[in-house]
């Protein structure tokens, strides 16, 4: 079962409180309709898809999308290493063919090993690029297997 106390400090953890409780209630029904995902370590972008799913009753007055990779019409780049590279956001919500950019996600499961380092120099580059200027930025790690249910990291950035 969802780890209640857990989303309650991710949604309170925001710098906008009220992107973080939309952000919180969507994982609670992401684990609350799809837990399933997570038992079987399904996908990290079948999860990232239902996610959006439950994103969008939450912001209505957005576009949220999976691995949107376009700024205006052309190709999503930032440097976020040494040079531009093209990115693919897990997760964004924005209003398309605008520079209206409000939440960019990053998501990871526990059975990925990966270190979280790339992802958070992306969302720091996706926030702070004067282009792409996203308001809030989060990284999670959802826990798969015997962990489904919880989100074992987050932080905003």
Not at 80 to 108: C, F, G, M, Q
Request: glycine share 6%.
């Amino acid at each position: 079962m969802p780890q209640m106390s857990q989303l309650d400090e991710l949604g309170h953890s925001c710098p906008d409180k009220v992107v973080g409780q939309r952000v919180a209630a969507a994982i609670a029904q992401l684990f609350a309709n799809d837990l399933a995902l997570f038992r079987i370590d399904a996908a990290e972008r079948a999860i990232a898809g239902q996610l959006m799913a439950h994103l969008r009753p939450q912001f209505p007055d957005w576009h949220v999308d999976v691995e949107y990779n376009r700024m205006g019409d052309g190709p999503k780049d930032v440097a976020w290493n040494e040079n531009p590279e093209r990115v693919y956001p897990d997760i964004i919500v924005h209003v398309r063919e605008t520079h209206s950019n409000l939440l960019a996600i990053e998501l990871k499961k526990s059975s990925n090993r990966e270190s979280k380092h790339d992802d958070v120099k992306k969302l720091v580059a996706y926030k702070h690029d004067g282009r792409l200027s996203y308001k809030q930025c989060l990284f999670v790690r959802f826990g798969v297997k015997e962990q489904a249910g919880t989100v074992v990291e987050c932080g905003w950035v």
